[in-house]
């Protein structure tokens, strides 16, 4: 932790010093317009070194929700920064079951035959997702999540930063959203889940989406600075979508919608 705040001290320092340089007319360049690509440059400095040379471990603690007789779920998960692993595997009478670096809040509601979770990292970590010189990729706030695969299930991912790997293979997923800052995600959409709705919204980051091959989809994409790179042999392009030709009468289908701002998205 003090290694990280002092990197970041210290750029914060350097650009406080050249934005002074700016303002008394000795640098003719607008140190503004070049905040973010430096922030993204260091950034990713940061990543590489916390990897390398990572601090100290974070405490992970094991924790799991019953099902409780529930007919479905809705989880809401925020996850500020370090690895999200979410995959099938919980027990038949849970609804999930996980463990969490650096702990976990949770809130359990009951709305008729359907269970409302929401997860969020504790009191203590919620650093991490506010200021840089906090954030670690050595182990530190890092989930891995397991979800019961016979409940019908309404999910969402708020993520900043990091990498995220969503496995939904063999889940019953009814209804996807995802939204991610500075982040890597890896999305695999469920096999035989019926019709499935899925969002995703990113802002610089890398996104690769696999769709089972017994899955049509539809697909619209919105892209600012973006590489967006869809499957067209599986799904041709028609106008501004990429649909599946059975689409309609498809028995497992994905309805998918995606935003994105700089990075590189794939689907195949």
Do not use: C
Request: aromatic content about 10%.
């Amino acid at each position: 932790m003090r290694r990280s705040r002092v990197f970041w001290a210290l750029i914060f320092v350097l650009f406080g010093f050249l934005l002074l340089l700016g303002n008394l007319g000795f640098l003719s360049i607008n140190v503004w317009s070049l905040f973010w690509p430096i922030f993204l440059i260091l950034l990713g400095v940061w990543f590489i070194w916390s990897s390398l040379a990572p601090g100290p471990p974070v405490e992970s603690k094991e924790a799991s929700i019953p099902l409780e007789g529930a007919g479905e779920v809705k989880l809401r998960v925020k996850h500020g920064a370090g690895q999200f692993r979410l995959s099938d595997g919980a027990a038949p009478d849970q609804a999930l079951s996980g463990m969490f670096g650096g702990g976990l809040e949770k809130a359990v509601n009951r709305q008729g035959s359907r269970l409302d979770i929401t997860l969020k990292p504790a009191p203590g970590a919620f650093l991490d997702f506010l200021f840089p010189w906090t954030w670690t990729t050595g182990g530190g706030f890092d989930w891995a999540l397991k979800i019961n695969e016979e409940i019908p299930l309404s999910f969402k991912l708020e993520a900043g930063a990091g990498d995220a790997t969503l496995d939904f293979s063999q889940l019953n997923l009814k209804d996807l959203e995802v939204e991610t800052g500075v982040s890597s995600t890896t999305l695999t959409l469920p096999e035989r889940a019926g019709h499935t709705k899925v969002k995703l919204e990113a802002g610089v980051a890398s996104v690769s989406v696999r769709i089972p091959e017994n899955v049509a989809a539809r697909i619209e994409t919105e892209g600012g600075l973006a590489s967006i790179n869809v499957n067209e042999d599986r799904f041709p392009r028609q106008g501004g979508l990429y649909i599946s030709d059975a689409f309609e009468t498809a028995e497992n289908k994905i309805e998918m919608k995606i935003e994105t701002g700089l990075g590189s998205i794939k689907v195949q």
